[in-house]
């Protein structure tokens, strides 16, 4: 099925350094929404965004809806031990309802 | 408030066996989705329903798969001759409908022997 374009695929992080990743699509959303999953479990949802140009925050998390609304991105400022895990962006063509198209997923992964 | 359960948790099953997998989502959401996760990937979507109705099952990937939520509230997913290739983790979420954020359940594990 399709999939967004989701970078990077990994990445380690020293406690208190700002973790960066995005997302891109072909197409056009009308919603993006990050979630976030641990081994074992199901997503969590992290953010959710609605407008092209939207910036929101969830504590040291922030995301942004690109103006094109085919790409969005994801921050954490000062990372902690316990953000390491899978986040994944999801993208919906309905405005309301209609399935969720993920990407493949950045791991994140403290350094050794 | 209780979120999204699913059941069982861990389903392992013989190639060519049938299996219902029961999702249960956070009281008073009216919309319900499947997905399937393999290992490395993000959420597949299968079928989403409204209400009692699938809305949209263009996701299930035969005609061996098939889901009902005779109730509108608990749903379940259902197998049958079961494949090598459909083990995977089988994801479960709700949405209150207002807007599209969708919850998600601990997922069901199934292994196909």
């Known amino acids: 099925g399709q999939q967004l374009n989701q970078s990077p695929q990994s990445m380690f992080i020293q406690e208190g350094e700002d973790v960066s990743m995005n997302c891109t699509s072909s197409?056009?959303?009308?919603?993006w929404l990050w979630y976030k999953q641990d081994p074992g479990e199901g997503p969590v949802l992290l953010i959710a965004?609605?407008?092209?140009?939207e910036l929101t925050s969830n504590g040291r998390l922030t995301a942004q809806f690109g103006i094109t609304r085919k790409d969005s991105f994801l921050n954490i400022s000062a990372s902690i031990p316990s953000d390491v895990g899978i986040y994944f962006c999801a993208g919906s063509y309905g405005g309301s309802q209609g399935n969720l198209i993920f990407g493949k997923g950045t791991k994140l992964s403290v350094k050794p | 408030g209780a979120g999204v359960s699913q059941t069982p948790s861990n389903k392992v099953t013989e190639k060519g066996k049938y299996v219902e997998l029961r999702c249960d989502p956070i009281s008073g959401h009216t919309a319900l989705y499947w997905y399937r996760q393999s290992l490395g990937q993000g959420p597949e979507f299968l079928i989403y329903f409204q209400g009692t109705g699938a809305a949209d099952d263009s996701g299930l990937p035969n005609d061996r798969f098939f889901a009902v939520r005779p109730e509108g509230s608990v749903s379940t997913l259902k197998i049958q001759r079961t494949e090598r290739g459909d083990s995977a983790v089988y994801l479960c979420?709700?949405?209150?409908?207002?807007?599209?954020?969708?919850?998600f359940g601990p997922g069901t594990r199934l292994t196909v022997l």
């Open positions: 965004l609605y407008k092209a140009g």
């Open positions: 197409s056009i959303f009308n919603t």
């Open positions: 979420a709700s949405s209150p409908g207002t807007h599209n954020e969708q919850f």
